[in-house]
């Protein structure tokens, strides 16, 4: 795919960045400096951060008769080290190298799997000798400590001296290691974690304090870089501030038992960060799936979402930062995606799902976008991303964005980058009667000459949802050459079930009973279609979407509403 100029000097500005913090960290690693920033090595572990993280014991049992299940992968060891197979996957190879499973055996709280996870550790330290490969990428490095010394209780009790130096000198060399390197790390959450790391052994490795302000400097910078007004991640993505914050929440209990007090701009992170997260959250518990939102689990966000106090529990109805509105009347919520993408090099999760929307009924999703694909489908994520597995518009069979397919930049930023729309407005209208939100994109512009607006209403009661999409030109009239056939997609979760009522409606029954009618005008023809659900655990599953189908010669409006369906209306 061809560049523009913007993107070619983004490809330029990225290039010379990475050269800076390369011979940034080629300086530091020089025998002049590896003396201030090697590592101290680690005589003791003063304090063993909480592990917010969720167990699952079960994993003890996998282990036990010779698996090892990670990124939603499980490997057949047949007697052989974990660490001397062939990987399945990268994703499986980054969680194995980064020891976040030993909460799993940690949770079980028997002995035997807790002297096999430090035997694992032992082991895996008489491997890599040599500080390369995956297992030395400054996020897995930093996952590692974060894991390793998190589960010191474990790994430490009973192990003679010898075992504990090795140990204790492996932790020393890695802080080292991750000093010189972190720079290396991608943009984002990868860069921000090294971080956390660093301040995180600072507190709790002996003989690291001296490094702890400037690794608590160097956060702080990215803490306000990467977290917006608003409290959304950079990215657009809701996901990745969940995990952010089980990382940082135990920085400030450690800064309290070396009695240090926290930087408030931590604390500030954190606030905002959780209630952004309150934001994005619908009624069935879940964050709305967009850019990158893949499978979760709402106990686990609740646990999250546990420590906001009342103050962060405050609602807000629209994150203009981040380009989220939130629609909220009676037990109904609708979020609805009113940005543009993220930065080229942070977008290699976003969707093309310019005004998309989401809806729930209770607790009970009506509406759902596909959501990003785990770990183990990622064959599914280039479909996943298209304006077509949104609840949106699509326009002649393209997305509202696209996939950049550049191999430099690809490199650059370890994955594909999405492009436009450039331009995307809003107004939001909190008033009495109904809430409203209008928003607009130019991603069909340049390509067909077309503005998109969608208009959602919610009825004060939030028992009907109304909806007008438009096409048309950025001003005046337009005549198309020829009429461009467009597709409204409505995606039904799995679990509503979808009937033909009559002409152009819909019924559609929830798991509860509860039946919504799906309505629109004669302006477009109406089809019951299949869908996929990417964010399922057990990968995507079949699901159905409603579609609305015409053509446009230039300018053309399409209203559709969804509405309970009481005993007069049946």
């Given at each position: 795919?061809?560049?523009?100029?913007?993107?070619?000097?983004?490809?330029?500005?990225?290039?010379?960045?990475?050269?800076?913090?390369?011979?940034?960290?080629?300086?530091?690693?020089?025998?002049?400096?590896?003396?201030?920033?090697?590592?101290?090595?680690?005589?003791?572990?003063?304090?063993?951060?909480?592990?917010?993280?969720?167990?699952?014991?079960?994993?003890?049992?996998?282990?036990?008769?010779?698996?090892?299940?990670?990124?939603?992968?499980?490997?057949?060891?047949?007697?052989?080290?974990?660490?001397?197979?062939?990987?399945?996957?990268?994703?499986?190879?980054?969680?194995?190298?980064?020891?976040?499973?030993?909460?799993?055996?940690?949770?079980?709280?028997?002995?035997?799997?807790?002297?096999?996870?430090?035997?694992?550790?032992?082991?895996?330290?008489?491997?890599?000798?040599?500080?390369?490969?995956?297992?030395?990428?400054?996020?897995?490095?930093?996952?590692?400590?974060?894991?390793?010394?998190?589960?010191?209780?474990?790994?430490?009790?009973?192990?003679?001296?010898?075992?504990?130096?090795?140990?204790?000198?492996?932790?020393?060399?890695?802080?080292?290691?991750?000093?010189?390197?972190?720079?290396?790390?991608?943009?984002?959450?990868?860069?921000?974690?090294?971080?956390?790391?660093?301040?995180?052994?600072?507190?709790?490795?002996?003989?690291?304090?001296?490094?702890?302000?400037?690794?608590?400097?160097?956060?702080?910078?990215?803490?306000?870089?990467?977290?917006?007004?608003?409290?959304?991640?950079?990215?657009?993505?809701?996901?990745?501030?969940?995990?952010?914050?089980?990382?940082?929440?135990?920085?400030?209990?450690?800064?309290?038992?070396?009695?240090?007090?926290?930087?408030?701009?931590?604390?500030?992170?954190?606030?905002?960060?959780?209630?952004?997260?309150?934001?994005?959250?619908?009624?069935?518990?879940?964050?709305?799936?967009?850019?990158?939102?893949?499978?979760?689990?709402?106990?686990?966000?609740?646990?999250?979402?546990?420590?906001?106090?009342?103050?962060?529990?405050?609602?807000?109805?629209?994150?203009?930062?981040?380009?989220?509105?939130?629609?909220?009347?009676?037990?109904?919520?609708?979020?609805?995606?009113?940005?543009?993408?993220?930065?080229?090099?942070?977008?290699?999760?976003?969707?093309?799902?310019?005004?998309?929307?989401?809806?729930?009924?209770?607790?009970?999703?009506?509406?759902?976008?596909?959501?990003?694909?785990?770990?183990?489908?990622?064959d599914w994520d280039s479909v996943a991303r298209a304006t077509a597995s949104h609840n949106a518009l699509c326009l002649a069979e393209t997305s509202s964005s696209r996939l950049i397919r550049h191999e430099q930049l690809e490199s650059m930023v370890s994955g594909l980058p999405i492009r436009g729309?450039?331009?995307?407005?809003?107004?939001?209208?909190?008033?009495?009667?109904?809430?409203?939100?209008?928003?607009?994109?130019?991603?069909?512009?340049?390509r067909f000459g077309l503005i998109h607006t969608r208009r959602l209403s919610l009825s004060p009661k939030g028992d009907k949802l109304e909806g007008i999409d438009t096409l048309e030109p950025p001003k005046g009239t337009l005549r198309l050459k020829q009429d461009?056939?467009?597709?409204?997609?409505?995606?039904?979760?799995?679990?509503?079930?979808?009937?033909?009522?009559?002409?152009?409606?819909?019924?559609?029954?929830?798991?509860?009973?509860?039946?919504?009618?799906?309505?629109?005008?004669?302006?477009?023809?109406?089809?019951?279609?299949?869908?996929?659900?990417?964010?399922?655990?057990?990968?995507?599953?079949?699901?159905?979407?409603?579609?609305?189908?015409?053509?446009?010669?230039?300018?053309?409006?399409?209203?559709?509403?969804?509405?309970?369906?009481?005993?007069?209306?049946?």
């Open positions: 795919m061809s560049l523009n100029v913007s993107e070619r000097l983004k490809i330029r500005s990225l290039s010379v960045e990475r050269l800076r913090r390369r011979a940034v960290t080629l300086t530091l690693s020089s025998p002049f400096l590896r003396w201030r920033y090697a590592g101290n090595g680690a005589d003791q572990i003063l304090i063993v951060p909480q592990e917010l993280r969720a167990a699952d014991p079960s994993f003890w049992t996998e282990v036990s008769h010779g698996y090892f299940g990670l990124a939603a992968q499980i490997a057949d060891l047949k007697g052989a080290s974990v660490f001397r197979i062939t990987p399945p996957s990268l994703d499986w190879e980054r969680e194995l190298h980064g020891f976040g499973w030993l909460r799993h055996l940690a949770a079980t709280e028997e002995e035997e799997a807790a002297a096999v996870a430090r035997e694992l550790v032992l082991e895996w330290i008489s491997l890599k000798r040599i500080s390369h490969g995956v297992a030395y990428e400054p996020e897995v490095v930093a996952r590692r400590l974060i894991s390793w010394i998190s589960q010191a209780n474990m790994l430490l009790e009973d192990l003679d001296a010898r075992a504990y130096t090795q140990i204790m000198s492996s932790i020393g060399q890695q802080i080292g290691a991750l000093r010189t390197t972190w720079r290396n790390a991608p943009d984002g959450v990868p860069r921000m974690i090294c971080l956390i790391a660093l301040v995180l052994t600072g507190l709790s490795v002996s003989g690291h304090d001296k490094q702890l302000k400037e690794a608590e400097t160097a956060l702080i910078v990215e803490l306000k870089r990467q977290i917006l007004d608003d409290g959304g991640h950079i990215s657009r993505s809701a996901s990745v501030l969940a995990d952010l914050i089980i990382d940082l929440l135990p920085l400030g209990q450690c800064f309290g038992s070396r009695a240090l007090v926290a930087p408030d701009e931590i604390n500030a992170a954190i606030k905002k960060s959780l209630r952004f997260l309150r934001f994005m959250r619908l009624g069935d518990g879940m964050l709305a799936r967009f850019n990158g939102v893949s499978t979760g689990s709402p106990a686990a966000l609740a646990t999250v979402l546990g420590y906001a106090s009342d103050g962060e529990f405050d609602i807000m109805p629209v994150a203009r930062q981040s380009g989220y509105a939130r629609l909220e009347r009676g037990n109904t919520v609708v979020m609805t995606d009113v940005g543009s993408p993220p930065p080229l090099e942070l977008s290699t999760e976003a969707q093309a799902g310019a005004l998309s929307f989401e809806m729930t009924a209770r607790q009970y999703l009506i509406f759902a976008n596909g959501g990003f694909p785990g770990p183990a489908d990622h729309p450039d331009n995307v407005a809003f107004e939001f209208n909190d008033g009495p009667a109904q809430v409203e939100v209008t928003a607009t994109h130019d991603g069909y512009l340049k461009l056939p467009y597709a409204i997609h409505f995606h039904l979760h799995p679990d509503c079930r979808c009937q033909s009522a009559s002409h152009g409606h819909y019924r559609l029954t929830l798991p509860n009973g509860e039946t919504w009618i799906f309505a629109t005008d004669d302006t477009a023809q109406t089809s019951i279609e299949e869908s996929l659900y990417f964010v399922d655990s057990a990968g995507p599953r079949p699901s159905l979407q409603i579609v609305l189908r015409g053509t446009t010669f230039g300018e053309t409006a399409v209203h559709w509403s969804v509405r309970v369906e009481t005993t007069d209306s049946a």
